[in-house]
């Protein structure tokens, strides 16, 4: 159950309800009416909110280094929030300073984004340090899988690279490119060790790498971004070719 994404953020928002429970039910008697759970409600979105922002924004757009998109919404949607929850203060809770309180929301938004990268860097080096165990042998020559109704093999030394469609798998050969129904990491384990995951949305062969800088990579003539969390990795990993 742990492992499912959904029940990890049940149990947690669960987990920060009764955190705020137990000094608040002192002073739950003196709110009436709807105001006795309306600061459950606010922890709640805010709690939505770091959701969304570590799992869509962070994750959707910056770790795939749309950089400058990921920080004009995360604003966007900080400052609003921040507005929002200024007014709802004021007028519903008649209280006139408020900025401690917006400052809370930032920290816990930044403080979530932090415990969410140290886990993501935990994961990606948990399943390196598996990979190896079960991706084939050097002397594996085919990529086996099927496609258009039927089994082909790809020599591995004719693909370029993989791309990532969500469920399904983008095979690139020089001649032609092969849409395959399994993922990014399904593919990487049957690949051999000379193929990299230099982001969430590619795979590389590395004997096509024509150049390598410390943010990107060209793969016959085609530029390829190297994601932030897989840095480190791929430079290991790249000079461990080398």
């Known amino acids: 159950m742990l492992k499912s994404v959904v029940w990890?953020?049940?149990?947690?928002?669960?987990?920060l309800l009764i955190a705020y429970y137990v000094p608040d039910r002192i002073s739950l008697d003196d709110r009436v009416g709807v105001n006795k759970f309306l600061p459950y409600l606010f922890l709640l979105l805010m709690y939505g909110w770091i959701v969304f922002h570590n799992r869509i924004l962070f994750e959707g757009l910056y770790l795939n280094n749309r950089t400058r998109t990921y920080f004009l919404r995360t604003l966007g949607g900080m400052v609003l929030s921040s507005t929002i929850m200024h007014i709802v203060l004021v007028?519903?809770?008649?209280?006139?300073?408020?900025?401690?309180?917006?400052l809370t929301f930032w920290?816990?938004?930044?403080?979530?984004?932090?415990?969410?990268?140290?886990?993501?860097?935990?994961?990606?080096?948990?399943?390196?340090?598996?990979n190896p165990a079960v991706r084939p042998a050097e002397t594996t020559e085919f990529f086996?899988?099927?496609a258009?109704?039927?089994?082909?093999?790809?020599?591995?030394?004719?693909?370029?690279?993989?791309?990532?469609?969500?469920?399904?798998?983008?095979?690139?050969?020089?001649?032609?490119s092969y849409i395959v129904r399994q993922s990014l990491k399904e593919a990487e384990q049957k690949l051999p060790k000379y193929f990299l995951r230099i982001s969430r949305s590619h795979i590389v062969n590395t004997r096509f790498i024509e150049s390598a800088k410390?943010?990107?990579?060209?793969?016959?003539?085609?530029?390829?971004?190297?994601?932030?969390?897989?840095?480190?990795?791929?430079?290991?990993?790249?000079?461990?070719?080398?």
Do not use: C, P
Not at 156 to 161: A, M
């Open 8 to 15: 990890r953020n049940v149990l947690g928002a669960i987990a």
């Open 91 to 102: 007028y519903r809770f008649n209280q006139s300073e408020t900025l401690s309180k917006i």
């Open 107 to 130: 920290v816990f938004t930044i403080t979530g984004l932090g415990i969410y990268v140290m886990f993501k860097f935990l994961h990606l080096i948990q399943n390196k340090s598996k």
């Open 144 to 146: 086996i899988f099927f």
């Open 148 to 176: 258009e109704g039927s089994e082909k093999q790809l020599l591995l030394s004719d693909i370029l690279y993989l791309e990532s469609l969500e469920n399904y798998v983008k095979v690139f050969t020089k001649q032609k």
């Open 214 to 242: 410390a943010e990107s990579l060209t793969i016959n003539g085609a530029l390829f971004k190297i994601g932030k969390v897989y840095k480190r990795y791929v430079e290991e990993q790249l000079n461990q070719n080398i």
